[in-house]
């Protein structure tokens, strides 16, 4: 199985690729759906937010207010912190068993689909290869403005709070360069789907990656699961 990690910056295109690339039939782990998941109304993971940052993060439906929480840890590193603490290990949990259903099931190809796959690194050891979706910073600040009708103030500090886009495709193996809009990076996802299954080979269960991705999954079954 080839597990493909997908990043990019806000606002370049990635969630047009990944529509484009689950057309093609292939899985995608969203980690902002879990990430959303794991602190749903009555977890132990929302219990813990509660009990750390307060009923003031809840809204009146008790789900949590995740622009407030947002506004909370976005210039104080200690909370962000005590809050990564506490959703990211229960996150890992649950890509990590997506993860392994596909490798017992035997699909041949699995994307996840990680915005700060670079920054947090952790899921990064499962990843055959990475593909960062990016465009010009022009092209960035333009879409990032129209989309949520930002100012162009509160639109640079929201790109400035990431990792810059030009950093994550000199790391990425692939990039997939979105300067032109939807159908540009419809054209280009599906032309990537192609050249990776055109190039799956052999079973990795029977060659030296296989080997060492059964040992990575057994290593995360542990750290992980149990």
């Known amino acids: 199985m080839r597990i493909v990690g ?7 295109g990635k969630s047009t690729v990944v529509k484009a690339i689950e057309r093609c039939g292939v899985p995608v782990i969203d980690c902002d759906k879990i990430a959303r998941q794991v602190v749903t109304p009555g977890s132990p993971g929302l219990r813990d ?10 809204r ?12 909370i840890i976005f210039n104080d590193s200690d909370k962000r912190k005590v809050l990564n603490k506490i959703t990211i290990p229960r996150i890992s949990r649950t890509i990590m068993w997506t993860v392994l259903t596909h490798f017992l099931i ?5 994307v996840i689909d990680a915005p700060t796959l670079y920054e947090t690194k952790s899921l990064l050891p499962l990843c055959h290869s990475v593909v960062v979706v990016a465009t010009t910073e022009d092209k960035q600040l333009e ?6 009708g930002s100012s162009e103030q509160d639109a640079r500090s929201r790109i400035n709070s990431q990792m810059p886009i030009k950093e994550k495709a000199k790391l990425a193996q692939k990039v ?5 809009g939807v159908k540009e990076a419809e054209g280009k996802a599906i032309a990537l789907v ?7 080979g052999i079973s990795r269960l029977f060659c030296v990656p296989g080997i060492a991705f059964s040992t990575l999954v057994t290593y995360a079954l542990i750290k992980f699961l149990i």
Request: proline share 2%; aromatic share 8%.
């Open 176 to 180: 997939i360069w979105n300067t032109e």
């Open 49 to 58: 937010i509660v009990k750390h940052f307060g009923n003031d993060v809840l």
């Open 143 to 148: 879409w990032l403005m129209r989309r949520d």
């Open 106 to 110: 035997g699909t041949p190809l699995v």
């Open 194 to 200: 192609k050249d990776y299954r055109n190039n799956l």
């Open 60 to 71: 009146d439906d008790g789900t949590l207010d995740r622009k407030g929480l947002g506004q």
């Open 6 to 12: 997908l990043t990019g910056g806000i606002a370049c």
